[in-house]
């Protein structure tokens, strides 16, 4: 297991899921943000080390018994694109299916359920990982991200 997840791994032990999604989030930009606004962007998403993303899903995964981590955010949406939406709907379907998205509306970081009864998929909760200014490119952001999860963890 990657060192630098165990922070990470003795706060999901502890079930404290609010302060695991923020150290899974310091722990994303750390990898690999390189300034400007603190965040992952695009450009940025696709160099995410395979390791700590293997390491992250994993201490996400045990600790939830299989309901959260990115391979489960991944599966989700692999489903989603299966249906057929247009680019726009498939993130807001992937987004209700995982309780990121209430009516057409994206949750604020003040909406996440940090709870194990939480949606399947709700934690980590990625969008917390982007930067605070986006130039319409959100989609493409969570595009490139998971097809990095799907590369690395598959």
């Not at 299989?66 to 692999?78: I, N, S």
């Not at 057409?104 to 934690?123: C, F």
Request: net charge negative; proline share 3%.
């Amino acid at each position: 297991m990657d060192e630098r997840t165990s922070a990470l791994g003795a706060l999901l032990l502890k079930q404290e899921w609010r302060a695991a999604d923020a150290e899974t989030k310091r722990l994303l930009v750390d990898d690999v943000d390189v300034g400007g606004y603190t965040g992952v962007d695009a450009d940025e998403a696709s160099k995410i080390d395979c390791a700590l993303l293997s390491a992250i899903d994993t201490r996400w995964s045990e600790a939830s018994g299989g309901r959260f981590g990115l391979r489960v955010q991944e599966g989700v949406l692999a489903e989603t694109m299966a249906k057929g939406f247009s680019s726009n709907d498939t993130w807001r379907e992937f987004g209700r299916e995982v309780g990121w998205v209430r009516g057409r509306e994206w949750i604020r970081s003040d909406d996440v359920v940090y709870s194990i009864d939480a949606p399947v998929g709700h934690l980590p909760y990625v969008p917390g990982i982007g930067t605070p200014v986006t130039t319409g490119r959100i989609y493409e952001g969570f595009l490139v991200f998971y097809s990095r999860v799907a590369d690395c963890l598959n």
